[in-house]
């Protein structure tokens, strides 16, 4: 069976058909399989091959080319157009993101589908490219052709079913977790330093989680005394942890958070940390984070003991300098 359009470029319609039907899942955010197998020709094939026909409007003769050289040609044509556009765009108030992109390489495929058109109805009938679908196979193939021909479509239907599979799960990316403290006021200065016996401070932790599944954390607040000294002969500073008292424990479970570099950064989870030193002295107060649930321990007990093996089991540190006078 052979399907042909020669009264009306059938194929135009299809490629402005198609464009159209991504506007509400563009504009309604839809996302999985349905939008990157419609989205795929949008970027890669259909400005390409519009501008092909609007180039080549006539069929395989001297002012034309044939088919597979169009499909050829529009792909690699549509890898031409679509950077550029982004190019315009970034010189442009609406910046390179999500909707000035869609919109602007639609209306390219709007102008370029017209234009064919245009192209397409000034061109001799028994010259114009029509788009030609032939559903059986030819008659005078013997059983092993028709048998190669069908192993073939199948293998390209299942390259495209795995390529379309694996643009629409992803690998997964980099997995982390924002660990970090900031100063009463809610920005990264003014941190506690210079306190007397007994003052009490406050220190903002945050966390934020990007690992891809749900965590829960545990963070430990140590006070700690060390001296660092120069080795000359390790040519190394040597750390001696002297004292380590237990402060406090927080623990919070937290779902997968999303990074979106379009809008403006928010917090996924704080904590106001409250505290007061009762001895003077010249400290270092260290945040350690956890991804599992911790030993209790005493506070005000002295665990220096166990200070390395806490470092090495710890996902995150942070800390502080403070003066106690």
Same mark, same amino acid.
Not at 26 to 37: A, C, F, S
Not at 69 to 74: G, Y
């Given at each position: 069976m052979? @399907?042909s $359009?020669?009264?009306?470029p059938? +194929?135009?319609i ?11 899942l ?12 419609l989205?795929l020709?949008?970027l890669?094939?259909i ?7 609007? %180039?080549? #409007?006539?069929?395989?003769t001297?002012?034309? !080319?044939d088919?597979i ?6 792909v690699?044509?549509?890898?031409? @157009? ?8 970034n ?7 999500e909707?000035?992109v869609f ?9 370029? /589908? !017209? ?5 397409w109805?000034k061109?001799?009938?028994q010259d ?12 005078s193939e ?5 048998a190669?021909t069908?192993?073939l479509?199948?293998s ?5 079913s795995?390529?379309? $599979?694996?643009?629409?799960t #992803?690998?997964i /990316?980099?997995?982390?977790?924002e660990f970090?403290l900031?100063g009463p006021? /809610? *920005?990264a200065?003014n941190?506690?330093? +210079?306190?007397?016996?007994n003052?009490?401070?406050?220190v903002? !932790? /945050?966390?934020?989680n ?10 430990e607040?140590?006070?700690i005394?060390?001296?660092s000294?120069?080795n000359?002969?390790q040519?190394? *500073?040597i750390t001696? @942890?002297?004292?380590?008292w237990f402060?406090d424990? @927080? *623990?919070?479970?937290?779902?997968h958070?999303?990074?979106d570099?379009e809008?403006?950064w928010?917090?996924q ?7 007061a030193?009762n001895t003077?002295g ?5 945040f350690l984070?956890f ?6 321990y005493?506070?005000g007990?002295?665990y220096?003991k166990?200070a ?5 089991k710890?996902?995150r540190? %942070?800390?502080?300098? %403070?003066?106690?006078?």
């Open positions: 052979r @399907i $359009y020669v009264k009306y059938g +194929d135009i299809l490629c402005l058909l198609w464009s159209t039907i991504l506007i509400p563009t504009l309604l955010n839809v996302e999985g399989p349905l939008r990157v197998i989205g020709p949008f890669l094939f400005p390409g091959y519009l501008l092909i026909l609007v %180039l080549f #409007p006539a069929k395989k001297i002012q034309g !080319i088919l050289e169009r499909l050829a040609l529009s690699g044509l549509s890898i031409a @157009i679509v950077p550029l556009i982004g190019l315009g765009l010189y442009s108030p609406w910046g390179i993101f909707l000035p919109f602007s390489i639609l209306l390219t495929i709007y102008i370029l /589908g !017209i234009l064919g058109w245009n192209r109805q061109t001799p009938p114009r490219f029509t788009l030609t679908l032939n559903l059986s196979l030819p008659h013997t059983k092993l052709d028709k190669l069908i192993i479509a199948l390209i239907i299942l390259s495209v795995i390529l379309i $599979y694996l643009i629409a #992803p690998r /990316g980099e997995r982390f977790t970090y900031l006021n /809610g *920005t200065d941190y506690p330093a +210079d306190l007397t016996t003052e009490n401070a406050t903002i !932790i /945050g966390i934020a990007h690992e891809n599944k749900p965590m829960m954390y545990t963070v607040i140590w006070l005394n060390q001296t000294l120069y000359e002969t040519q190394d *500073t001696t @942890i002297h004292h380590m402060m424990k @927080i *623990t919070t479970t937290l779902n958070s999303t990074i570099l809008t403006s928010t917090p989870w704080e904590y106001s940390y409250h505290f030193i003077k010249h400290y270092k107060l260290v984070l991804t599992e649930a911790t030993d209790d005493t506070k007990i002295d220096h166990i390395e093996d806490k470092f090495n710890s996902y540190d %942070l800390h502080l300098w %403070l003066d106690i006078t």
